[in-house]
């Protein structure tokens, strides 16, 4: 089983230009999240999803957007990359719900360098 | 706010025991969360407490104290793969994961 995976493992993206990160999970679950990792950071969350058709906003939502078209796609667009972009992008997912313990399970990461 | 409080690193010997603290303040409570981070590559998750005491899986326990709003894992029988950083998060009130800026552990031969 894939569990989760992101694309692609690094970029090097000129300011000014536009990306879209990838996720793709094959667990069903429900609900997805991207989070951006900095050093000396906690974990921050950017944008997540409880469900398909549905998303939200986290910590640190501005410059970015999602969609969630379907229960196994979450990609994260920047329309517009500036170079405090710079960082590990990490989505997770989680069964969310009733009973369950929420436990959210992770991608290996896209390294993104913004100049 | 919100707030999780760890160390940032820690340094312990191979073969000893260390016992990692995290501390927290969060609007509401709906369970702790440990997970374990090598350089380079994504959190794995560790351990889950929502009731008070220990939870034991292997050479690896949390434990949480929930009117203290203090955790800690206790990591037995280091072994040098041991060595990565321990990320503490809270679940709150909204369902939305808290987390902490994470713990450096160093194993020493």
């Known amino acids: 089983t894939a569990g989760i995976t992101q694309a692609p493992t690094s970029q090097i993206l000129a300011a000014g230009r536009s990306m879209t990160l990838r996720c793709t999970q094959d667990?069903?679950?429900?609900?997805m999240y991207w989070y951006r990792q900095d050093l000396g950071l906690g974990l921050r969350l950017i944008h997540y999803?409880?469900?398909?058709?549905?998303?939200g906003k986290g910590e640190v939502p501005d410059g970015y957007s999602v969609s969630r078209a379907n229960t196994d796609d979450f990609p994260l667009t920047l329309a517009y990359a500036v170079p405090s972009q710079t960082s590990v992008y990490f989505c997770?997912?989680?069964?969310?719900?009733?009973?369950?313990?929420?436990?959210?399970?992770f991608g290996p990461g896209t390294r993104l360098t913004v100049l | 706010g919100q707030n999780i409080d760890q160390p940032t690193e820690m340094t312990a010997t191979e073969g000893a025991i260390v016992q990692i603290n995290c501390t927290y303040q969060?609007?509401?409570?709906?369970?702790l969360f440990w997970y374990q981070q090598h350089a380079g590559e994504a959190p794995t998750f560790l351990s889950y407490?929502?009731l008070d005491g220990l939870e034991e899986k292997g050479r690896f326990s949390s434990f949480l104290s929930r009117s203290k709003g203090y955790s800690y894992l206790l990591l037995k029988e280091l072994q040098m793969k041991d060595s990565a950083s321990y990320l503490c998060?809270?679940?709150?009130?909204?369902?939305?994961?808290?987390w902490g800026a994470g713990t450096k552990l160093i194993i020493k031969p």
């Open positions: 997770a997912s989680s069964d969310s719900v009733a009973g369950s313990t929420d436990t959210q399970y």
């Open positions: 667990m069903r679950h429900n609900a």
């Open positions: 999803s409880n469900t398909a058709g549905t998303t």
């Open positions: 969060t609007s509401g409570f709906n369970g």
């Open positions: 407490n929502v």
């Open positions: 998060a809270v679940l709150d009130s909204n369902y939305q994961l808290i």
